[in-house]
């Protein structure tokens, strides 16, 4: 059941096209990630959902509330869709304790004051920062106070919860770390999620379905397993990083499409007068093997290997045909 | 429903305190008898005014002045607040708070009593034997004397500029090798330029608007400037009030240019400082350092401030003025004066705190809800607003008060504040509300959005985020500036004058009274109250908003 | 702010009650504490209530101009005879002949406005000053005064021009040629009276040409060491007169008023503040009718000529 629905969302500032005709539906209990370079329309989108803004067109209907629907000008505004936000620079009020900021929902929600304690000690046991309550934000550290964010999102118990780019502002470690846990939450919590980001490595651990936009629409949309096994085109390859982008000549196979992206665990390395002969031009040892950087026929490849290559080394690359994937130009 | 009321209520306000007295002046210079509700002889006050050589000249002189001002101006300040960034925290507050003293001095007892230092038979004759009469009678000496007065301004902004500059990027600059004089004129400079330039318009504004220099020092070498014309226009018959309005419009237009030009580039070196929050570790100052520290701003500090206030503290003491610096010619009778004479010098200063304190408090609330509209709400015609919001910059004290009559004084008004002290509080309003609207325009804007919308997500409406989320975030700035607002209403006289209705003085018009009957010394003794009242009230409040930190 | 409307409207609506009784609004140029008490005494004998806006001579014409919609101003006193002249010849002004005028002398009253009282012009020195005592207007072109002279300037204040206009009417050549000596002799000009006096107290400079000699007794009497002179070859008065304005709508209260000015009592009071009294019948605390050498000359005539005599007069300044 879906329990959001955009259709035909537009959206200009000025000349600028930002967004241009979008639907999308949300189902119930999934994460959605709308992933895309700075620029392509995804934060406008969410703020459009979250109705911090207006779009030019369309409608978005919720479970049992229009949002907007311009043509009949109906807009819903912020305070009265019963969400949760989570903001990327936090957005907590630094005059408030944790608990005060966790609160907050609440008493906007006119919930008792039993409840509102009862409730606050339940989302910030679910964010393990109870034994901060009563502390500034500012005692706290960024991930603490990312935490505080999402508790708040989560006290009026909302439908649905928009994630403004949670973890950039965090470190590499922390990201992760708090990645998973909003992963856990949200599936312990059956929570309904929007997500933006341009970190792929974010999309792929929170996300069921991720939207990839470009230039104010919906490039390709998908499991994240799918959308990166099968990018649609040379655009969507290029952005997800999946492995190398070749014309399709030097690879020798007989397909319509111009270009071929051959995974790095596709080449496999073999004696230097063998396959397609290629000059090793970097080594480096990422997590267990090492990453080689080598020059093919003018075009840079990326491969892995058990064992160190010297530089300028002279190598043969073989390809396992049954990985590479034929790409269409696209739009680029 | 709340979005409109609040536009609707932000503009009205801003309509009555601002609009009408503007509209009011326009009108005039275009229609000579618009003051007796005629429309007859339109432009014939405007055209010759244009054309006369007189007003050319005093428009040049102006200029001239205004920017050899703020010039020695940001000369004195700049390496002033560079040596400020580096300084500990706690010598850093100490040496801000007193340049903030400046702002006290009535600009017009200032000049008096730089005259009582410098001049022939001076105090500075009486004791070291030399003077600087010449000096001080010259283009160089008022430049001297107004700088002084008004560098504080632009050493505060670039100060801010600078010690946020010198965290972020000077340590860079330096790991590559950078002089600490290179890195100042390539790296710290040219960041701190828009900075500089920006409080440097502001100077140059306050600088063209001011009266009581040009009049005092200026008269004595034939330097006429567009205000002192206007004052000339004023003083003796035939009264030219069309003509002064003209003036008034001139000095409008050039105020506002400049003030377009500060507000353009201080949203620029907005965007460079935007990251405030890094906060100062800065080694401790060796023994050396610090005595050249205590020297520069101890000097200046004497100069700038030291002298003109011994000075009216001396004056305030001493029985007659022919009788100079002398044992004998000390008294209390000046200030005993004060506050018994017929009880007038203490409603006077009772008046004055009054109605400085309601300005405050309503600048401050008017300032609040503007704000807010021009900033978050983006309505359309918030442009307008804003366009009312920053012109009272650009209006002087006595155009102010002939716009606030035409508009007021009318038979067609039901009710009218219009000779009722109220007047006053409407041309405080009015000329102080620049104040409050600048400061937490730019706190406001400094607060993330996020802080707004994540209220909003979570229900509340656009009275609750104001009250529970800006106000308390809002309100350690918001009460600086009233007390801002506070000093200088304490002290504003030419709008005073004009406005006050009969029987009721404020401190600066009683101030003038003691002039204007050669009783320097009474005006002085009743500056020295009114500078350490309001300063006691400016200390405590620093301290307010050092203890709500 | 509920309150504060509230208070506003109580403040209006007492200010309006207080109206409807007898009240006549005064504004007045000059000293103070002469107003007041002239208020004070007028509200105790006749039970009128004066309210009193009290500013210098040009701040009130140009309160009283801008108010033009809507006059205030019941009963007005200025220090510049200039300013009565103008009003009159505009139709501004009430016809009123007071009783108490009898014994104002001739010069000093119109069928619509008349002197309250009057300031002399006078050389005030500083006798700290080591110079000598000057005696006539001339003396202060001799070498000895080099750089010690100021004079009030007759664009911004109403009894140096008519100083002015009384030394040019006695003898036009004689008048230039003294100023061009002044001028030569480096007197300045550096503002109104008090910005002419001020320096000779402070002793910048020593000595004022043509100050209005009310305030300089004023300050002898404080203690100030200051000497006044009145050039025997003769000096003008500058007259303060009182008006009363045509749109006033309490035309009997406002006759009272000036008739109190004129009385006996009122007189005393002009004259405690050093003040030579209209009437030639009061005793004067100070040099009196009698004492003077006063120029004659037609002020309205010469009054019909200020703009070119201040022309003139600044040229020769070098302004």
């Given at each position: ?332 | ?341 017929d ?159 009969p029987g ?46 | ?17 207080a109206n409807?009784a007898e009240t006549i609004v005064v504004?007045s140029?000059?000293?103070k504490p002469l107003s007041g008490a002239l208020a004070k005494a007028f509200e105790a004998k006749t039970g009128i209530q004066v309210k009193l806006f009290q ?19 019941d009963v007005?006193i ?172 309490h035309?009997d209260a406002a006759k009272k008023f000036v008739d109190f000015v004129?009385s006996?009592a009122g007189?005393?009071l ?50």
């Amino acid at each position: 059941m879906s329990i959001l629905s955009l259709h035909n969302i537009s959206k200009s500032f000025g000349d600028e096209v930002v967004l241009n005709n979008i639907s999308l539906d949300v189902a119930a209990g999934s994460f959605i990630t709308l992933l895309g370079p700075s620029g392509c329309g995804k934060t406008t989108l969410l703020r459009i959902i979250a109705g911090l803004e207006r779009p030019d067109l369309g409608e978005i209907h919720a479970k049992k509330m229009t949002f907007v629907n311009v043509a009949r000008n109906v807009f819903l505004p912020p305070q009265k869709r019963k969400l949760g936000f989570v903001f990327q620079d936090y957005g907590l009020w630094p005059h408030m304790t944790v608990a005060e900021n966790v609160a907050f929902p609440l008493k906007m929600a006119k919930a008792s004051p039993q409840d509102v304690k009862k409730r606050v000690g339940e989302v910030l046991d679910a964010v393990r920062l109870a034994q901060h309550a009563d502390k500034l934000p500012e005692k706290l550290s960024g991930g603490q106070k990312q935490r505080v964010s999402i508790a708040r999102a989560l006290a009026a118990k909302p439908d649905l919860i928009l994630f403004d780019e949670p973890l950039s502002n965090l470190d590499a470690n922390l990201r992760e770390d708090l990645g998973r846990d909003i992963q856990v939450l949200s599936k312990q919590l059956g929570l309904t999620c929007i997500n933006v980001t341009h970190d792929r490595r974010e999309a792929q651990i929170l996300s069921d379905q991720i939207a990839l936009m470009k230039d104010g629409v919906i490039h390709q949309l998908g499991q994240p397993h799918d959308l990166f096994r099968n990018p649609r085109d040379v655009w969507a390859a290029r952005f997800l990083d999946v492995g190398n982008i070749l014309p399709v000549g030097i690879i020798q196979i007989d397909v319509p499409e111009h270009f071929v992206m051959v995974p790095r665990k596709a080449f496999r390395l073999v004696e230097a007068d063998q396959g397609l002969s290629a000059t090793a031009t970097n080594c480096m040892f990422i997590e267990d093997r090492f990453e080689v950087t080598a020059d093919l026929q003018g075009h840079e490849v990326k491969l892995f290997s058990n064992q160190p290559i010297g530089q300028e080394q002279s190598i043969g690359l073989k390809v396992d045909l049954a990985d590479i994937l034929p790409l269409s130009h696209g739009a680029c | 429903m709340l979005r409109p009321a609040l536009f609707l209520l932000s503009s009205s306000t801003l309509i009555v305190i601002v609009g009408f007295p503007v509209l009011a002046i326009l009108l005039f210079a275009i229609f000579p008898h618009i003051n007796e509700l005629s429309l007859a002889a339109p432009l014939s006050a405007l055209l010759p005014n244009l054309a006369n050589e007189k007003l050319i000249e005093a428009t040049f002189n102006s200029l001239r002045l205004a920017l050899s001002v703020t010039l020695v101006a940001a000369i004195i300040a700049v390496p002033l607040a560079y040596m400020r960034a580096r300084f500990p925290d706690r010598l850093g507050k100490i040496c801000d708070a007193m340049f903030l003293i400046p702002f006290l001095i009535p600009p017009y007892i200032g000049s008096l009593a730089w005259m009582q230092l410098l001049q022939r038979n001076g105090f500075v004759e009486q004791i070291l034997g030399f003077n600087l009469n010449t000096f001080l009678y010259s283009f160089s000496g008022m430049v001297t004397v107004m700088a002084l007065h008004l560098f504080p301004l632009i050493y505060f902004t670039t100060a801010s500029v600078f010690s946020v500059i010198g965290r972020k990027y000077g340590d860079v600059a330096k790991v590559f090798g950078g002089h600490t004089i290179t890195v100042f004129w390539q790296i710290n400079f040219p960041m701190a330029l828009p900075a500089l330039l920006s409080s440097g318009l502001i100077v140059f504004i306050l600088t063209i608007e001011e009266f009581g220099t040009p009049e005092i020092l200026g008269a004595r070498f034939g330097f006429p400037v567009i205000v002192t014309s206007i004052h000339e226009k004023f003083s003796d018959w035939p009264i030219d009030l069309p003509g002064a309005s003209v003036l008034s419009l001139i000095l409008i237009i050039i105020a506002f240019v400049a003030y377009q030009g500060h507000q353009r580039l201080s949203k620029r070196f907005q965007t460079t400082i935007d990251n405030q929050s890094v906060e100062a570790k800065h080694p401790p100052l060796s023994p050396w350092a610090m005595v050249g520290v205590v020297v520069v701003f101890g000097g200046l500090f004497g100069i700038a401030v030291g002298l003109p206030l011994l000075t009216i503290a001396i004056s305030s003491f001493m029985d007659t003025l022919s009788g100079g610096l002398a044992w004998d010619n000390l008294s209390l009778r000046t200030l005993r004066e004060l506050f018994i004479l017929d009880g007038d010098g203490w409603a006077a200063i009772m008046t004055s705190l009054t109605l400085a304190a309601f300005a405050a408090i309503f600048t401050v609330m008017i300032a609040t809800v503007v704000v807010f509209t021009v900033v978050r709400l983006r309505i359309k015609g918030t442009g307008f607003l804003d366009f009312l919001s920053i012109l009272p910059n650009s209006i002087p004290g006595m155009a102010v008060a002939v716009g606030l009559i035409l508009t007021w004084n009318q038979s067609f008004w039901v009710v009218t504040p219009y000779n009722t002290p109220f007047i006053l509080l409407l041309a405080y309003l009015c000329l102080m509300l620049p104040y409050p609207i600048r400061m937490i325009s730019t706190a406001l804007k400094q607060l993330p959005q996020s802080l707004d919308d994540a209220a909003y997500i979570s229900g509340a409406n656009d009275l609750t985020v104001i009250l529970k989320i800006l106000v308390p975030l809002l309100w350690p700035i918001s009460l600086a500036s009233g007390f801002i607002v506070f000093a200088i209403s304490t002290r504003e006289l030419v709008s005073s004058i004009m406005l006050a209705p009969p029987g009721v003085e404020t401190v600066a018009v009683y101030v003038f009274h003691q002039f204007d009957q050669g009783s320097v010394n009474s005006g002085m003794a009743m500056s020295l109250v009114t500078i350490i009242i309001s300063g006691g009230l400016l200390a405590l409040g620093q301290r307010l908003k050092g203890a709500m930190k | 702010m509920k309150k504060f409307v509230a208070a506003l409207a109580v403040s209006l609506a007492l200010s309006s009650a207080a109206n409807a009784a007898e009240t006549i609004v005064v504004y007045s140029a000059g000293p103070k504490p002469l107003s007041g008490a002239l208020a004070k005494a007028f509200e105790a004998k006749t039970g009128i209530q004066v309210k009193l806006f009290q500013s210098s001579a040009g701040k009130i014409m140009a309160r009283y101009q801008a108010e033009k919609a809507n006059p205030q101003a019941d009963v007005m006193i200025s220090a510049s005879w200039g300013h009565a002249i103008t009003l009159d010849k505009a139709g501004e002004l009430l016809a009123y002949t007071s009783k108490n005028a009898k014994n104002v002398p001739a010069s000093l009253k119109t069928g619509t406005y008349v002197a309250q009282g009057a300031s002399a012009l006078a050389i005030a020195y500083n006798t700290k000053s080591g110079l000598p005592a000057p005696h006539h207007w001339a003396d202060l072109t001799k070498p000895v005064y080099k750089d010690q002279v100021t004079m009030p300037d007759p664009a911004k204040s109403g009894s140096a021009l008519t100083l002015l206009e009384g030394l040019v009417a006695q003898n036009e050549t004689q008048a230039w040629t003294l100023f061009s000596g002044l001028a030569a002799n480096d007197m300045v000009i550096p503002g109104a009276n008090k910005a002419a006096l001020n320096p000779v107290l402070q002793g910048a400079k020593g000595v004022v040409f043509g100050a209005v000699d009310y305030i300089a007794i004023g300050l002898k009497a404080k203690g100030e060491t200051l000497e006044i002179v009145h050039p025997s070859e003769g000096t003008v008065l500058a007259p303060r007169p009182i008006m009363i304005i045509k749109s006033t709508k309490h035309q009997d209260a406002a006759k009272k008023f000036v008739d109190f000015v004129l009385s006996d009592a009122g007189q005393t009071l002009v004259a405690n503040r050093y003040i030579l009294p209209a009437r030639s019948d009061i005793q004067a605390k100070r040099p009196g009718y009698n004492d003077l050498t006063l120029i004659d000359f037609d002020y309205i005539a010469a009054a019909n000529q200020a703009v070119k005599t201040k022309a003139k007069f600044a040229h020769i300044m070098g302004k």
